[in-house]
């Protein structure tokens, strides 16, 4: 099995990527899955299986190029409105898929935690998604996050209802609330914000997405759909955030901007 490090000194950063400037943690919305299928006569289902497999080359990319974390917005809340068919589908996909490539993910020293409200999914796939991230808990390698029956305003308005039932029962004052203490009850807690979020297949929104954590993460879009969406087009995205300049609201220091 490989090390980490080994994989890492076998694939090296693309020479024109600075090491000092890759994002700690990428996000990403894998959007235009049955786009792709539609335009070549497929079946939407036949677009979200090629989908996985574009996550999986982005996940092994962010490992040999040293990200750290990488989330991915699986199923939003709002996904429950599609076709039951697609809905079933899609929620046997993440089964089979956990199944699948849960040992791999321990060779690879991968990190696996979901993210949303995951009492509202099946309850085989509760029991598949408690299980990896059990069995992949002490990992030291990337963490993979997977946003999965996730929505933006639902994830705050659920950390809003904790303290303030935790206020109710006077285990905290009013005045302890700060953002620590919010982003401590997001569904994310113990997660860095992310530095970059790359939209795929053109849409300009962040579709309930990360809403708190994107503050002041930076945003990629391209045109490009899912699942073309690979390494070439990863590097695209890097090299443009490293053109950014990440003030945070503040001034920059050299130029006064």
Not at 4 to 33: R, T
Not at 75 to 92: A, D, H, I, Q
Not at 144 to 163: D, K, M, P, S
Not at 220 to 227: A, C, E, I
Request: glycine residues 8%; charged residues 25%.
């Amino acid at each position: 099995m490989l090390t980490m490090n080994v994989k890492q000194s076998l694939i090296e950063l693309p020479s024109d990527l600075q090491q000092q400037s890759i994002p700690n943690h990428v996000a990403v919305i894998m959007d235009g899955n049955g786009r792709w299928a539609k335009r070549r006569g497929f079946p939407r289902i036949v677009g979200h299986q090629k989908g996985v497999d574009a996550l999986k080359n982005l996940l092994r990319c962010c490992d040999d190029w040293g990200i750290q974390s990488l989330t991915a917005y699986a199923f939003s809340t709002e996904n429950w409105g599609r076709p039951t068919n697609e809905v079933e589908f899609l929620m046997t996909l993440f089964e089979r898929v956990l199944r699948r490539e849960l040992a791999q993910m321990m060779a690879e020293d991968v990190q696996i935690r979901f993210v949303g409200d995951l009492t509202g999914l099946p309850e085989s796939l509760q029991k598949e998604i408690a299980y990896s991230m059990e069995k992949t808990s002490n990992n030291k390698g990337i963490k993979f996050n997977i946003a999965t029956n996730y929505g933006g305003r639902q994830e705050i308005l659920h950390a809003c209802r904790v303290i303030a039932n935790q206020v109710k029962q006077g285990k905290i004052d009013i005045n302890d609330i700060d953002d620590r203490l919010f982003e401590n009850n997001l569904y994310t807690h113990g997660l860095t914000s992310p530095d970059l979020l790359i939209r795929t297949s053109g849409e300009m929104r962040l579709s309930n997405f990360l809403l708190w954590q994107m503050a002041y993460g930076e945003i990629y879009v391209t045109d490009t759909f899912w699942p073309d969406f690979n390494r070439q087009e990863f590097h695209q995205a890097l090299l443009s955030y490293q053109k950014r300049d990440r003030r945070f609201g503040k001034l920059n220091q050299e130029n006064g901007k």
